[in-house]
Nanobody
Framework: QVYLRESGGGLVQPGESLRLACAASGINFKIYTMRWYCQAPGKQRDLVASITSSGATDYGDSVKGRFTISRDNGRNTLYLQMTSLLPEDTAVYYC?????????WGRGTQVTVSS
């Protein structure tokens, strides 16, 4: 069974940083493209960043230059380093993988950016 567990969220002030982590199990982690999504209250779930099995990365326009996605295949863990956080980054952040024709999600971790 595929299991994704996010951690690292919290309440920070604008301009501060956070590092999110997603621990994965039930899949051969290293062969999958992994993704981070975010969902703010009342809004759709948006793609934040992705990383392929070979380490190629892609980012949403709003986070380019501020967020960095990475992975540790030895630990089956996905990361999202978030810097220069803005109030509009406030959302629940979810880890995602597509496996055997299905989408799998973690429960998410709340990030709140407020002064």
């Amino acid at each position: 069974q595929v299991y994704l567990r996010e951690s690292g969220g919290g309440l920070v002030q604008p301009g501060e940083s956070l590092r999110l982590a997603c621990a994965a199990s039930g899949i051969n982690f290293k062969i999958y493209t992994m993704r981070w999504y975010c969902q703010a209250p009342g809004k759709q779930r948006d793609l934040v960043a992705s990383i392929t099995s070979s380490g190629a990365t892609d980012y949403g326009d709003s986070v380019k230059g501020r967020f960095t996605i990475s992975r540790d295949n030895g630990r089956n863990t996905l990361y999202l380093q978030m810097t220069s956080l803005l109030p509009e980054d406030t959302a629940v952040y979810y880890c995602n993988v597509r496996h055997a024709g299905r989408e799998f999600w973690g429960r998410g971790t709340q990030v709140t950016v407020s002064s």
